[in-house]
């Protein structure tokens, strides 16, 4: 293993880490689901590493209009390339730093109706519900809100007669007008989506689907249509049929109660290969970080990994005070992976091969992910600093039986992108080079390969060496050339520039063993300061911390600028299907809680620090067919 920290050389070379080769996507021998492998092609155009937000939401939708947003996608665009909007509480907003792309995804289910209920003109607001939503308490539109989720689950009369197809179709016309205006090939570029949101049983299925073009359906497939992932990949296939190709994207599995990653379908019938293959075309992308925290992993399911705790979200989609749990197994992606493993060996087809993403899910036309400038995800619910730990100290017994708290300040897609075009971004996505961050700027790559040098990262032509050599993350690793022992991991991660150092690298890796049982281990691969392993545990001491929580500051003196390295698989077994992932975290920092306790004078809520970090997507090992 080759483990480096070269401070600030990468700082302001993120672009050049983009110079590089690329490969073909062909099918790997002995894996019937692979889609790329190791065999070397001419360089490709070099790749630019992009961040931006797929999950925003504006007064289209119905819940950030039940919250007090009035903001339209125009705006939320506006914000994202770093232009003033006004906050549904009544002041004005900015992204520090704007983002390089965006998608505003609306609810699908009626799309634009809740506008309709103030308007005097139209049949809607002559609704009991109306005068609610016309209330100046925000509580009040909130109640309402409520009222028609009941209604749903019950018999839905309410929701059908707010189900107006022309209402609709105006303003699903209006998100893909705005994204048409706003899109700048080049500088900023806007990706048309919806949301669609089927919540059974308080459940978290939802699905963020974006389109690769401005070719998109005339209306968008809802929950009204069918609750059944099922039937949405049937749509996007139909779709994909007339030309307009478009993927779906899982979110928070961490609130789907076991069931995003199950291992039957949504009749509770075991999975096979053609509903894999289906799964796999449809869904290359998970957003495994939000506002409503990550969908990593879970304690309970890797009691091992200290970092597992991290923004936890342990609850149901529900507006009860105290709404019911959701089961962590088939919640989180680590634990998706295993099971994509398994599956893999038992019906042919992995069906969990996805590549890794975070958005904030915002409902205020805005990308909420900067701890220092956090401005609360529902507009005049949680728009102050006050509403919001007011809100967190109503939620105190929720929070002690674990159901779970507040929401976060994340989380941010990153592509690697060979132009800042829709239709770059939405190729980046499909072939799975892609990571999630928190909502911090990290650069980061990932490359495998049998036969890189120990000192790859090193060289100056490392990416596009390592092109040449192996696959980058979201990839595909061909079987073994003779003679290789195992598979060598290389990464380079530089800091967030305006952002917090680092304090180490991880490599997680998930596998299947001969008896069909999966398993996970974690290894600390590259970190900062002089730190050394403890003998015994085998686990790599905390890095410190600078953070000020009464000032809400911190100091860079701890961490490193960058950290590389090129790791070898020290328990590798060619006859083993597994995974591999680079997870990357900075130094502590203070929470945006923090800031806003600062804001108040009052005492900071535990917990007052976060460390920052970035997911890489992982990349595939399949044993060649015997």
């Not at 459940?203 to 998109?216: D, E, G, Q, T, Y």
């Not at 998706?336 to 899910?361: C, E, Q």
């Amino acid at each position: 293993m080759a483990m480096h920290t070269r401070p600030f050389l990468l700082l302001g070379a993120a672009l050049a880490l983009a110079a590089c080769g690329s490969r073909e996507p062909t099918a790997a021998k002995g894996n019937a689901d692979a889609v790329t492998t190791t065999v070397a092609t001419a360089p490709a155009p070099p790749r630019t590493l992009l961040f931006g937000d797929l999950h925003i939401h504006t007064s289209l939708s119905a819940d950030a209009f039940s919250t007090g947003a009035r903001a339209l996608p125009d705006d939320a665009y506006r914000y994202a390339k770093g232009e003033e909007i006004m906050h549904g509480a009544g002041y004005p907003m900015r992204l520090k730093r704007a983002l390089d792309f965006a998608a505003v995804t609306e609810h699908s289910e009626y799309l634009g109706s809740m506008r309709e209920l103030l308007n005097p003109g139209s049949a809607l607001s002559q609704l009991p519900v109306a005068k609610l939503f016309a209330s100046n308490d925000p509580a009040d539109a909130f109640k309402a809100l409520m009222a028609i989720a009941e209604d749903a689950a019950k018999h839905g009369e309410l929701e059908r007669m707010l189900d107006l197809p022309e209402v609709s179709s105006a303003a699903w016309k209006q998100v893909i007008d705005a994204a048409e205006r706003h899109n700048e090939p080049g500088r900023f570029s806007t990706l048309i989506g919806y949301e669609w949101t089927s919540t059974p049983e308080e459940i978290n299925l939802h699905r963020n689907v974006i389109f690769r073009s401005s070719a998109v359906p005339a209306l968008p497939f809802s929950r009204l249509d069918s609750e059944k992932p099922e039937d949405l990949w049937a749509f996007l296939d139909a779709q994909r049929a007339k030309g307009v190709e478009g993927m779906a994207i899982p979110h928070n599995s961490n609130a789907s109660d076991g069931r995003m990653w199950a291992r039957t379908t949504s009749d509770g019938k075991p999975v096979d290969a053609a509903w894999a293959r289906t799964r796999l075309l449809n869904e290359p992308v998970v957003e495994m970080v939000q506002i409503k925290g990550q969908s990593e992993a879970h304690p309970l399911l890797s009691a091992e990994d200290e970092f597992a705790d991290f923004e936890l979200w342990n609850a149901r989609m529900s507006g009860k005070a105290m709404p019911p749990p959701s089961q962590p197994a088939g919640s989180y992606v680590r634990d998706a992976l295993k099971t994509g493993l398994a599956l893999g060996a038992s019906i042919g087809v992995n069906p969990y091969r996805f590549a890794m993403i975070g958005s904030s899910d915002s409902h205020n036309a805005n990308s909420p992910v900067e701890e220092d400038n956090y401005q609360g995800k529902l507009a005049r619910l949680d728009g102050t600093p006050q509403q919001r730990l007011e809100r967190l100290a109503r939620n105190a017994p929720a929070v002690a039986a674990g159901v779970g708290t507040a929401y976060s300040a994340a989380g941010l897609a990153a592509v690697w992108a060979e132009e800042n075009r829709r239709e770059s971004i939405y190729d980046a996505l499909r072939r799975r080079e892609t990571y999630a961050t928190s909502g911090t700027r990290i650069a980061l790559r990932v490359f495998a390969g049998w036969e890189f040098s120990p000192s790859l990262t090193e060289e100056p032509d490392f990416v596009a060496l390592a092109y040449a050599g192996g696959v980058p993350m979201g990839g595909d690793l061909a079987a073994p050339p003779a003679g290789s022992r195992a598979p060598r991991i290389a990464i380079s991660a530089s800091r967030d520039p305006q952002g917090a150092n680092l304090d180490r690298v991880q490599v997680v890796k998930g596998w299947l063993d001969a008896n069909g049982d999966t398993h996970e281990s974690i290894h600390d691969v590259a970190w900062s300061g002089g730190r050394q392993t403890d003998p015994t545990s085998g686990k790599l001491p905390a890095v410190g911390s600078t953070v000020d929580v009464p000032n809400a500051s911190y100091r860079n003196d701890i961490g490193a600028a960058e950290l590389h390295a090129v790791w070898e698989d020290p328990g590798f077994d060619p006859a083993q299907p597994a995974f591999w992932y680079v997870r990357v975290l900075e130094i502590p920092t203070p929470r945006w809680s923090t800031y806003d306790a600062k804001t108040l004078g009052v005492p900071a809520p535990s917990p007052a620090t976060i460390q920052e970090r970035a997911w890489s997507s992982p990349i595939w090992y399949q044993p060649p067919a015997p």
